[in-house]
């Protein structure tokens, strides 16, 4: 199994569920992870990375960590710097049209959106709202460019465009679809060396589904417009995911790999879960395993069951712990006071 990974945490595209993945593989494999200096889970997001921002790191004795996977904006040769030079890259990407929705519906404090009722009203005359010197503009267009390390900004010729593309594909072994989860996973698997249990998840930080707009196809098109840059990496990733599989794993063997990972998670959730999901945030009985509420989306969690014996309520624990929590937990262990 491959050990030294960097994954670049995409706002908004299923990626606190794949640091739950990233949290368990790492804390079962006693890694070490690139934590933000004096913990937290952004390292100095929205500038762009630096290793100095990594808790322990420094240029006279540099010292290489196994995971790297909070939140950052992306600058490879910082990277580098932190981790192994055979570290495997990967990222997710998320269709902009849903990213965009999302984002105005979580950030909706931000300055681009606070003045906007609807998301409808910001796409009529986005220069109106959206001021691209606000320290805060990234959430507001171009998302995944921006995370990338890109000009939001920027102009969207087909040169340009091409460059970006490049310099992506150069810099990440693989990219992930979260609306094909279950595929993504699989891929991952397959690429890290990894078992199965290692990439079962439960969703974390997810909306409730009623706060979830009905878009349409001229709103769809404002969107792609706005966000024409991401529309680009999006359209042009997803291509390429799914001749990865037709290459290197066949659709036939993606359907019954998909088909075990659905059936071990739907196991896990009979196991641990109370009830058959996720549940309300009021309606989280233990407040250690209560998400972050953010913006004005209803971020919903879990209830274990009652009575697991000890292995494998800890195993379940893991599953459903959300990321800040989770975050905390494994620095306090990492960064434990010794004892003199």
Known sequence: PKTDIVFLKVHKSASSTVMNILFRFGETHNLTFAFPVGGGNQLFYPHHFLAKFVQGFSPQSPR???????HMRFLQPEVQKVVSSSAVYFSILRNPVQLMESSFSYYKGTSAFSHARSLEEFLSQPYHYYNP???DSHYARNLMTFDFGFNPDGEVSAERVQLMLKAIEASFDLLLISEYFDESMVLLKE?????LDSVVSFPLNIRDSSAKPHLSDTI???????NRLDWEIYTHFNRTF???????I???RMRQEVKALRERQAELARTCLQGTGSVAPKDIKDSSLRPL????AKILGYNLKQGLDKETERMCRRLVTPELQYSSALYKKQFAQKPP
């Open 293 to 296: 509420q953010h913006g004005s």
């Open 242 to 248: 799914w001749e990865r599989i037709d290459q290197g």
């Open 220 to 226: 769809v098109e404002k969107i792609k417009d706005w």
């Open 133 to 135: 010197a606000d320290g």
């Open 191 to 195: 690429m890290l060396c990894w078992d």
């Open 64 to 70: 290489r960590f196994n995971i790297l996977c909070h």
């Open 250 to 252: 066949g659709r036939e």
